[in-house]
């Protein structure tokens, strides 16, 4: 999983970089976005990311997004 700081020029670049660094596996890649614009989620997912979390964002908001994308069987449950 890679995490990546928004940075508008390359956000599609760096998104296709990533996926076409190892295409035999699916590597997930989830943008923190410090300016929450309307329909930035969306446009994000369609430039290749998989998840998009808008700052600030609490622990338990990226650790739930990082579980949407980890094998259930990698996955101990922990409290916050």
Not at 6 to 35: D, G, R, Y
Not at 59 to 75: D, G, N, S, V
Request: aromatic share 10%.
């Amino acid at each position: 999983c890679y995490y990546l700081h928004n940075n508008v020029e390359t956000i599609e670049h760096k998104a296709m970089m990533i996926k076409k660094a190892i295409p035999q596996f699916h590597t997930p890649v989830i943008l923190t976005n410090s300016h929450n614009v309307s329909g930035d989620s969306a446009r994000f997912i369609n430039a290749g990311f998989d998840g998009v979390i808008s700052k600030p964002f609490e622990k338990a908001e990226l650790f739930r997004t990082l579980k949407e994308f980890l094998p259930k069987e990698k996955i101990i449950e922990n409290e916050l």
